[in-house]
């Protein structure tokens, strides 16, 4: 059998604003816990990066064969830019996307369109 993916996956964008300052310094601790639910999630994870600025954030990005999750961190604005894309169907990047919320514990979360228009959730 071979596989096909479908015409449509699903794409989960949003910025966490407010959260738990542990995470928006040091990409070890986020990578380790991401890596893991991924892999609970039976996402194929083909490669982890990431990129430490100056003065401080980082980029943390898993290249994955079903698509991508990119984490962007804003310590200046006690911030974290989420994007997780998933062409394995509809709400299949939602377990992941709910799991980091409850360990980031973000006090807003602004959601962003296809179009990157933001609407904002005021309920994380």
């Given at each position: 059998?071979?596989?096909?993916?479908?015409?449509?996956?699903?794409?989960?964008?949003?910025v966490?604003?407010?959260?738990?300052?542990?995470?928006?310094?040091?990409?070890?601790?986020?990578?380790?816990?991401?890596?893991?639910?991924?892999?609970?999630?039976?996402?194929?994870?083909?490669?982890?990066?990431?990129?430490?600025?100056?003065?401080?954030?980082?980029?943390?990005?898993?290249?994955?064969?079903?698509?991508?999750?990119?984490i962007?961190?804003?310590?200046?604005?006690?911030?974290?830019?989420?994007?997780?894309?998933?062409?394995?169907?509809?709400?299949?990047?939602?377990?992941?996307?709910?799991?980091?919320?409850?360990?980031?514990?973000?006090?807003?979360?602004?959601?962003?369109?296809?179009?990157?228009?933001?609407?904002?959730?005021?309920?994380?």
């Open positions: 059998m071979k596989y096909q993916s479908p015409s449509v996956g699903q794409e989960i964008s949003c966490m604003k407010l959260v738990s300052s542990k995470f928006l310094l040091e990409p070890r601790a986020l990578k380790k816990i991401l890596k893991q639910k991924l892999s609970e999630e039976n996402f194929g994870i083909l490669k982890i990066t990431s990129h430490t600025f100056e003065p401080h954030g980082f980029t943390l990005f898993f290249l994955l064969s079903e698509s991508h999750l990119a962007h961190t804003y310590p200046e604005y006690n911030s974290i830019y989420f994007n997780f894309y998933s062409c394995r169907g509809p709400a299949d990047a939602e377990p992941t996307f709910k799991f980091i919320k409850e360990k980031l514990k973000p006090k807003e979360i602004l959601f962003l369109r296809k179009d990157k228009v933001p609407l904002i959730n005021p309920q994380p």
